[in-house]
C-alpha cells in the first residue's frame, strides 16, 4: 500500500511552520478521536494516519529526512509511525490534554514501560578508512539511570511515596459531555508517586545525563549516507522500558587524488605528448600503492583504463570494485627553439 503524503494528509504546505501543523493535526485529531467515532473503521485508521504524519514532521530532524527523502528515508530511521493507540495516546498526551481536558483518553498510565529515546552520531572520517574500515572512539552525551538514587528520583536513605489523590495509578477518573475518561492525577502528575526529598544529582527525574565513551568497529565499504546502528546504546527507557539505539551517520572527506562512484574509484592521470603518440607504459596511483598499465600507440585524451578488483572492498559481501584510470594529455608550453622546430617539421610532414 503506497503511503499518502505527510503534508496532505495534515493538509498544510510543505513551508508550514510547527504552529500550523500542530493547529491542523489537533481538528483532525478532533474530528476522527475514537471515542467520538465508536466503531467507525475509516474514522479510526484517519486518526491514525494524522497521528503518524503529525509524529513526523513535527519533529525537525525528521521532517528534514523526510523533505528530501521521502517514507523510505524515514524508514531507514527505524520510524515506522504508530502501533495502535497505546502508542499515539502516550506520544501525545499533551495534545488530548489541549483538546479534551484529559491527558490521554483512559488508555495508558504514565508509568507503563517507554523505550529510550535513540540518539544521532555524525562521525566525519577520511576517504581510505572508509574505504578499508577501521575503529574507533566515539563519546556520546546521553541520559542514563541516575547513579546517586538509582533511578528512583529520591534522595539516598529516602524512597519515594504513594500519591495520596490517585492511590498510586497515577489518574483520577472524570466526566465531561459523552466522555467519561481518566486524567492525569493533578498532584503527582501521572506518576502515581510523590518525591517529597528529590535527589540532588537529578533532582528528581531519575535520570542524570552523562558522557560514554562507545567504542565503534566501522566496516570496510561505508560511504557518506551510510547508517550504524548500535543496540541499546540510545537512552534509558523509562518505567523499566528498554534503552534506545544509537545510530551512527557516516560522513566522508574527499580525497586529493581519487573520487568514488558506488564501490568504483575513478582517478584522472597525465600523460605527455610522446607517450600518447608512441606508447609505453606509466605507473598509476591505487587504493594501496601502484599499478603499471600499458598506453597503446595513438592514445586520445579522455580514454579510460579499467583496473579490475581495485575499487572499494563491497560494505554486504565479498570482493572489490574497480579503478578507472582517465588519461589527460599534457600539452608542452614553454617549448625552447628545437623543440619547436622539429613540431614544426612535424607539421609540415602533416601536411599541416
Sequence with gaps: MIKRDYYEI?????????DEIKKSYRKLAMQYHPDRNP???????????????YEALRNGEKREIYDRYGHE?????????????????????????????????????RTAPRSGADLRYDLTMSFMDAAFGTSTDIEVEKFVKCWECGGTGAAQGTNPEICPNCGGRGQTTQTSGFFSIS?????????GRIIKDPCKVCMGTGSARTKKTVHLKIPAGVETGTRLRLEKEGEEGEFGGPRGDLYVFIHVEPHKIFKR?????????PISITQA????HIEVPTL??????????GTQSGKLFRLKGKGVPHLRGFGRGDQQIQVMVRIPTNL?????????????LNGE
Design 10 to 18: 495534515l493538509s498544510v504546505e510543505i513551508n508550514a511552520s510547527a
Design 39 to 53: 466503531g467507525d473503521k475509516d474514522a479510526e485508521a484517519k486518526f491514525k494516519e494524522a497521528a503518524e504524519a
Design 73 to 109: 528515508g524515514l524508514s531507514g530511521t527505524g520510524f515506522r509511525g504508530f502501533s495502535g493507540f497505546e502508542d499515539i495516546f502516550s506520544s501525545f498526551g499533551d495534545i488530548f490534554e489541549d483538546i479534551f481536558g484529559f491527558s490521554n483518553g483512559g488508555r495508558r498510565s
Design 183 to 191: 486524567t492525569t492525577c493533578p498532584q503527582c502528575r501521572g506518576e
Design 261 to 269: 562512484n558506488g564501490d568504483d574509484i575513478f582517478c584522472q592521470v
Design 277 to 280: 603518440t608512441l606508447g609505453g
Design 288 to 297: 594501496k600503492s601502484s599499478e603499471k598499465i600499458k598506453i597503446p600507440k
Design 336 to 348: 625552447n627553439k628545437k623543440q619547436e622546430g622539429l613540431l614544426r617539421e612535424f607539421a609540415k
